[in-house]
């Protein structure tokens, strides 16, 4: 079954913290995965995408398909990364299966 | 940029009636979808269309039906609205082509009394 499943409803960190927000995913065939970000009052919108491992807005996510993880990893957290977070994985035919949402919020 | 827009932020509607909720993209994007949105449950894929007058079911498409009669237009319907379908409903295009991004309007939000 093609699932992707986010643990944390909610995260909450201090700014200058490390923030990690957790995705994992199941798949039988080659994983594409995304992350997408959805700020106050704003559209969602792309992220990152694991295939063009690069960083954005200071937030990397690294596929581990050992562990069928895409973990988005930022080394200090800003409160401007306070949003919603989805993790998604591509199915096939653009078809992407979205995770049930992380709220970060970015205390002062 | 890529603009994609929702004819409507908020609606309410009573129980019984249809219900058209209208998505316009200026991309010429081939693919497009409606989700919704609601706390918990992260996006559910409605229904998406690959091409005019092509129309796909998603993971949730029960109570719902699609219209796609032009590139640029993807309409959802609601035959006859119940409570059960009061959400946040986004609407999305896609290139079809690499790289996969989809790019999502701004939503709207449906109450059904």
């Known amino acids: 079954a093609q699932r992707v499943t986010q643990p944390e409803k909610l995260l909450s960190v201090f700014k200058g913290a490390p923030v990690e927000l957790k995705c994992n995913y199941s798949?039988?065939?080659?994983?594409?995965l995304f992350w997408y970000v959805q700020y106050s009052r704003q559209r969602l919108q792309l992220l990152l995408r694991?295939?063009s491992r690069e960083s954005i807005k200071g937030f990397t996510a690294d596929l581990n398909k050992g562990e069928t993880s895409f973990h988005l990893k930022k080394p200090f957290a800003q409160e401007e990364d306070s949003a919603m977070y989805y993790c998604?994985?591509?199915?096939?035919?653009?078809?992407?299966?979205f995770g049930q949402g992380t709220r970060l919020t970015i205390n002062p | 940029d890529v603009k994609v827009t929702q004819s409507s932020r908020y609606l309410v509607k009573r129980t019984g009636e249809k219900v058209f909720l209208e998505c316009v993209q200026d991309m010429d994007h081939e693919n497009m979808f409606w989700y919704r949105q609601d706390p918990g449950l992260g996006l559910r894929l409605i229904y998406f269309s690959y091409d005019v007058k092509m129309k796909e079911k998603g993971d949730i498409p029960e109570g719902y039906s699609v219209s796609r009669e032009k590139k640029e237009r993807f309409s959802l319907i609601l035959e006859s609205a119940s409570t059960n379908q009061t959400s946040m409903y986004l609407c999305?295009?896609?290139?079809?082509?690499?790289?996969?991004?989809?790019?999502f309007g701004p939503g709207t939000r449906l109450t059904v009394t």
């Open positions: 998604a994985l591509s199915v096939g035919a653009q078809k992407l299966v």
């Open positions: 694991h295939i």
């Open positions: 999305a295009s896609e290139p079809g082509l690499d790289p996969l991004e989809q790019y």
């Open positions: 798949y039988s065939g080659s994983p594409e």
